[in-house]
Nanobody, 114 residues
Framework: QVQLVESGGGLVQAGGSLRLSCAIS????????MGWYRQAPGKQRALVAV???????NYADSVKGRFTISRDNAKNTVYLQMNSLKPEDTAVYYC????????WGQGTQVTVSS
């Protein structure tokens, strides 16, 4: 059974940094993409960053140049390095894995104070 567990969220001041981690357990023969989404209060869940099986990455326009997605295949972990955080980055961040199915983590809260 595939499980995704996020960690690394918390409270940070504007301009600060956080690194989110998503540990993936279970048997995964191949995947299409791993990504991070976020959902702010009253808003729909939205893509933040994705890394595809070939290594290509894509980012939401609002985080380009500030966030970096990466993965460690040996550790089955995907990361989201978030720099220059803004109050509008406040949200619950969810890890996502796409194989022949779609898997989600439970989410981790990121709060950026002004």
């Amino acid at each position: 059974q595939v499980q995704l567990v996020e960690s690394g969220g918390g409270l940070v001041q504007a301009g600060g940094s956080l690194r989110l981690s998503c540990a993936i357990s279970g048997t995964i023969l191949s995947f299409n993409a791993m990504g991070w989404y976020r959902q702010a209060p009253g808003k729909q869940r939205a893509l933040v960053a994705v890394i595809r099986s070939g290594g290509r990455t894509n980012y939401a326009d609002s985080v380009k140049g500030r966030f970096t997605i990466s993965r460690d295949n040996a550790k089955n972990t995907v990361y989201l390095q978030m720099n220059s955080l803004k109050p509008e980055d406040t949200a619950v961040y969810y890890c996502n894995l796409v194989t022949s199915r779609v898997f989600w983590g439970q989410g981790t809260q990121v709060t950026v104070s002004s």
